[in-house]
């Protein structure tokens, strides 16, 4: 074998109106197969409307080495919700 | 890393996992960790691709269209099965070609049951009904376990499965109301699926050596034993509505544990047939590796195609 057919993540939109969310993976040669057989694989019972494969090679994802310095700082931010300001008892709505 | 390091490191992993905190691929994990979902994962999979030999044999060979279509589409939820879990493997850091090595190598094994012959149309009932049985039992725990591309994966699988008992159930039913003949067949299928699919649910808990393990990281949440009993108490029914009897001349209704005792199961021959003794361990092997061997230049050539296709588009670039 000369070289290995590359790994593919596929999203799927399950219906109009709602996003594409990350289904699974597989291998295929090309674009054009990844989408066929995401097709084959991911949506043998109506799961979806439309579908978008990439490259897996192309994903840049976080390392969760690194969660400390980039999610914790929110956890003291704290004003940024509506419940951190205080409103009389009159005011129902807002 | 220190020693004092990893084992501080372990002991948050395993705090995160009784915490019921799901594990990700990029997450610091203990290598056993790893090694054990690998080899469970890929065992699996390869369960999935191996299972589809014994169906196959009767697509052609089907009875009517309806059953036909409905085979068909199982043995493609198979494929799929067995490759959704390949690519949850995947996430561990092994290659889609180091798996196929391992099945083709013998190194990795599947499940022992499909070393089993499907000689008649009933083996395809019985096969739905207690092979596709026994695997949900086995299967629905997985939905909740620790490593989240198996758990993701395992829910996409269960939800798949139910129409592969009931098509096989529908089989044996009519089967068991037809002919004489037709009954035979049934209960013949029972018989010799019976026990294998008891097996199947895995060596008792005392000879199992990774229960321990496996139930704390939520691999395992039930033992062998418990499953197998669930198991047995959930088909006796069936087979007794459909006026089959279950091959088991010790099976009896225990009143005071409300389940069912039953006989000693043969695991002599279950041993034989996971070292490769069973009577049909050689041909599906032969199959896999001679799909896969035949299929090499296929491969090849998609790929040096995409490779042409591509140079073409980067040319018109420039």
């Known amino acids: ?94 | 890393m220190s020693e004092k390091e990893i084992k501080n490191l372990d002991e948050i992993f395993e705090q995160r996992i009784a915490r019921d905190e799901k594990i990700e691929p990029k997450d610091w994990m203990p290598e056993k960790y790893r090694k054990t979902h690998i080899r469970q994962i890929s065992q699996h999979a390869h369960s999935e691709i191996v299972g589809m030999l014994p169906e196959g044999n009767w697509i052609t060979r089907a009875p009517s269209l309806r059953r036909k279509v409905a085979l068909l589409a199982k043995v493609q939820d198979e494929a799929g099965h067995g490759l959704y879990l390949y690519s949850a493997c995947e996430t561990l850091g092994v290659s889609r070609e180091e798996l196929y090595d391992q099945l083709h190598s013998g190194k990795a094994k599947y499940s022992s049951i499909f070393n089993y012959p499907t000689i008649t149309w009933a083996d395809i009932g019985a096969i739905g009904w207690l092979v596709d049985g026994a695997a949900i039992i086995n299967q629905v725990p997985l939905c909740s376990t620790s490593y989240g591309p198996y758990a993701r994966a395992m829910i996409r699988v269960c939800k798949e499965e139910s129409f592969h008992q009931r098509q096989g159930f529908e089989i044996m039913m009519t089967l068991a109301q037809g002919t004489p003949e037709q009954k035979e067949m049934a209960q013949d299928a029972l018989n010799r699926w019976w026990w294998p699919s008891l097996m199947m649910l895995g060596p008792t808990d005392a000879e199992s050596v990774h229960t321990a393990q496996s139930m704390k990281w939520k691999l395992k949440r039930k033992t062998n034993d418990e499953l197998r009993q669930q198991f047995i108490d959930q088909t006796v029914p069936q087979a007794e509505l459909i006026g089959l009897t279950i091959p088991d001349p010790e099976l009896k209704w225990n009143e005071e544990r409300k389940s069912y005792d039953f006989g000693p199961i043969d695991w002599d021959e279950f041993w034989q047939v996971v070292k490769g003794h069973g009577p049909c361990n050689k041909i599906r092997m032969e199959a896999r590796v001679g799909a896969w061997e035949e299929g090499e230049w296929v491969r090849d050539a998609a790929m040096s195609y995409a490779e042409k296709q591509q140079n073409k588009k980067t040319k018109q670039a420039v």
């Open chain 1, 1 to 94: 074998m000369e070289k290995n057919w590359p790994l593919w993540e596929v999203f799927v939109r399950s219906k109009n109106g709602l996003e594409h969310r990350h289904f699974g993976s597989l291998h295929a040669a090309d674009e054009a197969m990844a989408l066929e057989n995401a097709r084959d694989v991911y949506t043998r019972r109506s799961e979806g409307v439309s579908i978008w494969v990439v490259e897996s090679k192309h994903i840049t994802a976080s390392n969760p080495k690194d969660n400390g310095e980039l999610f914790e700082p929110a956890q003291d931010k704290i004003y940024r919700h509506p419940t951190f300001y205080d409103l009389p008892d009159e005011v129902k709505h807002m």
